[in-house]
Each structure stands twice: as C-alpha cells, then as structure tokens.
C-alpha cells in the first residue's frame, strides 16, 4: 500500500524553491541528493543563480521548527516534556534496564549480547508507540512479558528523570504543530517515503489542517528508453560486467559530451553490497583505474564511491586508536594476533621512521610469547629488543601506555563516561595518535568524527553514573560501529555504489540493478523478534507483511525504470553449488544477450596496453656487497624451487611463526639439541657405557635442567612451574632412549657440538652449524644432524637437485680433506629413534647401509665409490649455489607438497 495517493503530484523540475516550500525526506543523504539534482537542474536551465531547495528529515525540520518557537517564546519552557534523549542515551538506558531485570554479572554480560538486544528492545520499543501495539493476555508471549517489563521500566526511570525518548519527543513535536506554532512552510512535498509510515500520517494531518498544501515529489522521469535484464554465472561475473558496462558509459560520454558541463552521473545499486562490496570495488578499479597499481594510488579519489557501507569503525586510524584504548582498559588480556595487526599498521608512534623495526619486532613476539598474552610481557619484550630493532620511540609509546594503566589503577576504578574520554584522548595523545605522517581528507574526516564521538560520552554521564573503563568503551566501539562514515570528496564520483534501499533517490543518466535474485527481492519479512509477528501483520508493520514488501519492491522497481535513460536490471544463476534463480519481480523482463557487455570488456580492455609486462625469472646477481643470509636453508629452497629461493632469502619473504602456548616445535627443538650438546661435550661413547643407571640419570637430568635455564635466559619470561616440569620429563625419557640407541655404536669419542663453518661456494659465502662430529678410534668422522620429527628422509641425497643439503654440503665441502666414514641423520624420537643416511661401510651405525648397499638409490655409474658420491655432492651443491649467485629465479618444481 503506497502513502497518501491523493496527493498531488509535483516534479522537480516543475519545482519551486521559494521561501515557502519545504520537502520531507526519508532520508538526510536523499534530502542532499535531491538538493543537488535540483541545483542541476537549474543549472542547465541556464538559469545564474537559484535558491537553495529546502530539504530535510521529518525528523531534523520538527526539531529546527520546535527549536525556533521555544526561542521566539511561542511554546512556554515549562511545557516542554522533559530532556530529548538521542539514540546513544536511549539504547544506553534499554541496555541498563536489561542487565537489571535479567540480573547479569559482568562476565555473563561479556559472553551475552546486550547490545543486540538493546537495540532490538528499543526498536520494538519505537513499534509500540508508533503503530500503538496491544496484545490480549492470551496470545501473550514469554518475549512479549519480557519486553513489557523492560518498556514499564524505561518508561518509569523516563518519568522519573524528566526524559524524552526519541519517539515521544516527535510525537510532541508534531503536536506543537497543532497546538500552532508559526514558521509552517506554504507547502510541504514528501519524497522516498515508499512505506505506511504513522507518524507522517500524523504529521501530514496537523499540516493539513493548518492550511499547509501538501504534495509528493515524483523522483523519476520518463520511462528509460532501454531496459535490459542480464543473467550472469556467478558474483564475480555479474559485478565484472557492471565495472565493464559503468567504465563504457564514462567512456562514451567523454567522447560525446566533451563540452558539456552537467557530469555525467552513474548509478550500481546491490542487493545485498555488504558481502558484495569487495569484489565490486575490485572489479571497478580494474575497469576505471587500471592502471593505479601501488599504495601511491590508494589516497586518490576513485571515478566511484561506495555509500552507506562503510562504518567509522573500520577506518584504519580509528581502528588503531580504538586497539590503543582495549590495551589500556583489559592490559591483562592482550590477543597476540590482534597487537600483531596493531604493530604493524600506521597511525601511531613511530609509524613511519620505525615500520622496519616494529615488523621485525612482530615476527619477534610471535615466537616469544604465547597466543593470549599481557601488557606487562610485550612490554619487557620491548625493553629488550628496542636497542636492537631501533624502535625508541615504540618503547615510548609502550612504557606510556604502561604507565597509564598503573595510574588508572591507583585511581578509583569507577568513574562518570566523560572522565573517562579525558583518560583515553591523553592515552592517544601520549602515543603519537594519529601518527607522524600528515593525514589526507579522508583520515582526517575520520580522526574528527572519533574525536566527536569521544566528547559525546559526557551525555551518557546522567544514564550511566560511575562506571569501569570497560563499559565506557564497549559503548565508544558501538558508536563507531553503528555511525556510517562517508569520505569526504572534493569531487562527486561519477559511478555511485549504494545499496537498493539508497537507490530511492534523484534520476541519474544511467542505472544498473544487481543481484536481483529470488531470495532478495523483494525482500523477506522481518518482524521484531520480541513482539508477535503476527501482531505486526495485523497492525499493518510493513517490515512484517510479505505482501507489502511485494508491493513496495514493485513501487520502488517502477521508480528505477523511470530513474535513469538506461536500466541494467541483472542476477546471477549460482553460487558456489547452490542454483539461484532471478526474482519473480524482474521475470518478465525480457534477457539480452552478453553481445553488449562482451564488447564493453573489449573496449575496457585497451587500456591494459599501457601496462608493461615482463618475465621475472631472473632476478639481479648476487653482489660482493649483497649479504645473502640463509646458508644450507637457503641452498634447500633453490633445490627445491629457485622463486622460492630468492622470495625468501633474498626478499627476506617467508611465512611469520604462528604464536602458540607454551612452546612450539622449534623451541622444543632447540631445547633437544641444546641438553644433547650438553650432554655429549666433551665425552665419548665409553663415558656413557661405564655410568650406572642412577649416574646416567643425574648426568642427562642436569643436562637438560641446564637446557632449560639458558632457553629461560634468553626468554622474555620463565617458563610456569608445571610446564616446566614436565618439558624436563619429556627431554629426559628422550635422551634416554636416545642414548640406549648410541650405546649400541662402535665406539666413538664426540670430536665437537655445534661447530660453526664459514664457507665459500661458488663465490656465495655460507655459514653452517654442524650439530655433531664424532670421531672413530681409526680417525674418521661421522657427521650427525639432530631431527626431532619424525619425517626424517634422505632420499633426495642420489638426486640432481638435492633438497636436503645439509649433510652433503658437510660432507664434501666442509672436512674436503678428512676421512669420513658416514652421514647420518638423527631421528630423535620417543617411538623410533633411529639413524638415516649413507656409510662406507656396513655396522658403522645402527640400520644405516653402506653405499654398496644402496645402489637403487646410488647407481655405480655415477657413484662409483664413497670418494665419487662426495664430488658427486660437491659438483650439485655448486651448481645450485651458482643459481643463485647468478640470480636464478625461475617457478619450476617437481611438487605441489614439495614447496
């Protein structure tokens, strides 16, 4: 059912702007949009100068009306009803009133959905008194018992208190109108008002019966002259060809309208933008930008502009600032992941000057300290790395934050909201908040309006009283969700993104409509879930009753034909598995073929000419000057794939450590080679056979309690006493059995742990740490490298790329000159400790054949003998090392599972 058929109806071209006439909108963006088409309009009127439209709210015109009356003294301040709560307050209340009645502590509090609920009581609230909702006790529900008791307790603290909600200061706004006050317009037009809405009904009588002429704006225009419907395969199809089609429009009317001066206005409105709005913007700068590739780009204003998606919350500088105030409110309780992200994003301290250092310091943490973490720990973490990682001014911004939280304490832990802001706008003042770089439009626009928001936490002073700093946050983070922040644009974009509802608006010269799918449009029925929906129906709550959203969604699809020269209506056929079908609304539309859109690609795809491409497969050479760190790990990932190679050792790219609990596998394996280091110095396998069980014990129980206190030496805290405990049960039964295996060797003496090598391959300087090199009572060596997992292979030893390098680098390049009787890897293991590798001969370790053993892996032709497979060794090592220095950097790999 549409509003008042028996208005007049009036153009907007046919429009007037005097003095005397006035438009209501539905919304304040549609009231700018229409103040702007009618300035246009005038414009190319070849009019000079024109009046301004007068356009606003219902909302924003009573207040201003109602707040002139009070100042000419026309309405008596006494009879004013109290004090207008906003919406911030007015939710602050329903939400308290909640928490009373249900009797929630605060951790329920945290795990519940208070704020949800709020504003769902609130709205239901607004239902009430709006559509004025009764409900015979029989068909009362436990949710309706509940909402009425919050409703008669709001109301009751309201009367109480002298306050207004925001409904109830409409309603007496509307009556000061009949009760005559003056300022009333000549006449008044409604416009975007596409649903039964009571309280204009209301508000349309009393202007009526002042004598004010009331009209309804028509938005559109003629019919379009093309209406399509396209039917794409997918999402991404569907917004690829709308980029395409909206990139042809601006296209065309650049080469036809070259000296016109009205710009051209384009319009994509989405069913459903917030999960399409990504790939949308993607695909539009790929169609309009192309060529803007790079962070110098991303502050220039785009062709587009997405509106009505965008909350203030997710600007980056107010993210940053609201990260800021949860470390100083919960400093107990810090997210590793989540201070990762706030290390590494700009907008305070030394954002600029320290970005190096503070990534490094990232990568740091991640496997120092454990997912869930505190304050206090990433400070002393600091404190430690600050010199080395040149970040003093992290270490500044940290140690104030540090220091605030210490103060808050020593303060009275409940305050009014507004003490509070003071709190948190010094924390972000004392942390170089906004950062050091100058912010553009866009950022600073955003810094204001949290800064606004920050200042108006002093009206919630009279809702809340004294309260913890966590309550006044949690409700500065729902203001900056739920206020939508617009960039400002020192030009208007040419394609506008909005969503269906947004596209109730001003004609523009073309219009595409997607997503249009059955299960979208129209839209389903929302009824407010604490009041029977069946009680919505009958009260006529269009949110509730199918049929008016049927017969609204066909209004508003009239209003689109009529709203541009050329209607795109569009849907897609699947998504993912799912089959979808077009909206029953839009069926009898008939499809166009793609001929149009493909040609619009063809045409959009000119301007990639203008792009250079290249193959990258050859990185620059390795300099004397280039200091190539990585050593056997990097000589591993050329093996395997050379891009992989130069990505990660030569860019410094690689996959950041995941934060764990406790300790993670390197550090457990650092703590295994270091106890068997421990052990092992300067000892020899007859030491180990003439100790007793109770002496072995002692001698591999301080082995890895030392371990232990020089990995908690250089730890950023002492491991806790029952991890602790048991990691030194878990290290001692290893070496334990680990040690049953070496007694079963000839014998041996450990010639040296850890050893440090500085080699020379190929012109590549590579330093090596050899785990372990034992000597034979005949004077040759046997080299060993710790595994502690159990995917422990040398298979690759045989192969012209060898991608375990480690042993064979040792074996043929660093004892050249000396006897080596085998190479072996360790496994060391609680399950199947064992020795893989090669020997000269059999029984010189444990299950490890000699070469003439294993000559399906080592054919006789190209390992003839044990001094072959070391030149053998040498000569691949080499050619893999000159790949590298030659700057090799091709994608070639024999396996996916290999990279």
């Known amino acids: 059912m549409m509003l008042r058929k028996d208005l007049r109806v009036v153009k907007l071209a046919d429009l007037s702007a005097d003095e005397g006439t006035l438009l209501l909108c539905h919304s304040a963006r549609l009231a700018t949009d229409l103040r702007r088409a009618h300035g246009a309009l005038q414009a190319a009127s070849g009019r000079p100068s024109w009046r301004a439209l007068q356009s606003a709210t219902m909302a924003m015109w009573l207040e201003h009306l109602c707040s002139g009356a009070l100042l000419r003294g026309e309405i ?32 329920a509090a945290e795990l519940f959905d208070t704020d949800g609920m709020a504003q769902v009581a609130m709205e239901a609230g607004n239902l009430s008194h709006v ?16 909402f009425e008791r919050w409703q008669a307790s709001v109301a009751a603290i309201c009367e109480k208190n002298h306050w207004c909600t925001q409904t109830q200061a409409l309603a007496w706004r509307i009556a000061c109108i009949s009760r005559g006050v003056t300022g009333l317009p000549t006449q008044i037009g409604i416009a975007g008002f596409m649903a039964p809405d009571p309280m204009l009904a209301r508000l349309l009588v009393a202007l ?13 225009s003629a019919e379009a002259a093309q209406i399509c419907r396209y039917e794409f395969a997918d999402a991404q199809a569907e917004c690829d060809a709308a980029a395409r089609w909206a990139a042809k429009q601006l296209h065309d009317y650049i080469c036809t309208s070259k000296n016109s001066r009205t710009p051209i206005r384009i319009r994509i409105a989405v069913a459903d933008l917030p999960v399409r709005q990504r790939m949308l913007a993607a695909a539009l700068d790929a169609a309009l930008h192309p060529d803007w590739v790079g962070a110098a780009w991303a502050g220039h204003e785009r062709d587009y502009q997405i509106i009505g998606t965008s909350v203030l919350a997710d600007q980056p500088l107010v993210n940053v600032a609201l990260s800021l105030l949860q470390l100083l409110v919960h400093p107990r309780r810090v997210a590793q992941a989540d201070f990762g992200v706030l290390l590494c994003a700009s907008g305070w301290s030394g954002d600029v000057s320290e970005a190096d250092g503070r990534a490094q310091l990232e990568a740091n943490l991640r496997e120092r300290l454990s997912t869930v973490t505190t304050l206090d720990s990433i400070h002393a973490a600091v404190t430690r790395l600050h010199v080395e990682l040149n970040i003093p001014r992290l270490f500044e911004s940290l140690s104030a934050i540090v220091d605030a939280t210490k103060q808050l304490r020593a303060q009275s832990k409940r305050q009014l909201p507004s003490a509070w802001a003071v709190h948190f706008v010094a924390l972000l003042e004392s942390v170089g908040w906004p950062g050091e770089r100058p912010c553009i439009a866009a950022e600073q626009a955003a810094c204001d309006a949290l800064r606004e928001s920050l200042t108006n936490l002093v009206t ?5 009283g004294r309260v913890d700093s966590s309550v006044v946050l949690r409700h500065l983070q729902r203001q900056c969700r739920d206020q939508i922040f617009q960039a400002p644009r020192r030009v208007p974009a040419a394609v506008e993104v909005c969503s269906l509802t947004d596209a109730i608006a001003a004609p523009v010269d073309a219009m595409w409509v997607m997503g249009l799918i059955e299960s979208a449009w129209p839209t389903v029925p929302r009824p407010n879930p604490l009041l029977p929906a069946e009680m919505q129906r009958r009260a006529g709550v269009n949110a509730a009753r199918a049929d008016s959203l049927a017969s ?35 069926a009898t539309i008939k499809k166009t073929t793609l001929t149009r859109v493909v040609a619009v690609a ?47 050792y030569r860019l410094g790219s690689g996959v950041l450590p995941a934060p764990t609990d406790g300790l993670d596998a390197k550090a457990r394996g650092a703590l295994l080679h270091s106890a068997l280091e421990l052990f092992w110095r300067d000892r020899a396998q007859s030491d180990l056979l003439q100790m007793n069980a109770a002496t072995r014990a002692d001698e591999v129980s301080a082995a890895v ?21 048991l990691e030194h049960q878990r290290l001692v039964a290893l070496l334990q059995t680990w040690l049953d295996l070496e007694a079963q060797r000839r014998p041996f003496r450990v010639l040296a742990c850890e050893e440090k090598h500085n080699l020379n391959i190929e012109g590549l300087p590579v330093r090596v740490i050899i785990d372990r090199i034992d000597e034979l009572d005949d004077g040759r060596l046997i080299i060993i490298d710790y595994k502690s997992g159990r995917k422990v292979s040398a298979n690759t030893w045989s192969e012209p790329r060898i991608s375990e390098p ?43 054949k000699a070469l003439d053993d294993q000559r399906k892996h080592y054919p006789a032709d190209e390992f003839a003998d044990w001094n072959a497979l070391r030149e053998r060794w040498a000569e691949r090592i080499k050619v893999v090392a000159a790949e590298v220095k030659d700057g090799c950097a091709a994608v070639v790999f024999d396996s996916d599972a290999s990279v």
Not at 135 to 146: C, F, G, K, N, V
């Open 208 to 220: 009526e019966t002042r004598g004010v002429r009331v009209f309804r704006l028509e938005l559109g």
């Open 460 to 464: 919630l002073d009279a809702m809340l």
């Open 131 to 146: 559509w004025r909702l009764t409900l015979p006790e029989a068909m009362q529900t436990e949710e309706w018992r509940a």
């Open 602 to 648: 063809e045409t959009a795809s000119k301007s990639d000419e203008r792009l250079e491409r290249f193959t990258d497969a050859l990185a620059p050479a390795v300099t004397d000057a280039e200091r190539v760190r990585g050593g056997t790990h990097l000589l591993q990932a050329q093996a395997i794939c050379p891009a992989w190679g130069f990505y990660q």
């Open 806 to 848: 480690q042993l064979p680098i040792y074996a043929a390049l660093a004892f050249p000159d000396r006897e080596l009787a085998a190479v072996a890897l360790a496994r060391v293991t609680s399950d199947n400790p064992a020795f893989i590798g090669i020997a000269q001969a059999a029984d010189l370790l444990p299950l490890v």
């Open 705 to 725: 309690e030392n371990a232990l206190v020089n990995y908690e030496r250089h730890a950023i805290a002492v491991l806790p006493p029952r991890l602790r405990q």
């Open 76 to 107: 008596p301040p006494d009879s004013v009803p109290g004090v207008f709560l906003n919406k911030l307050q007015e939710r602050s209340l329903w939400e308290q009133t909640i928490l009373t009645d249900t009797k929630m502590s605060a951790v």
């Open 552 to 586: 609204q969604a066909q209004a508003i699809q009239t209003l689109w034909r009529h709203g541009a020269d050329e209607v795109v209506f569009s849907s897609a056929t699947r998504e993912g598995e799912r089959e979808l079908r077009a909206s029953p609304l839009i």
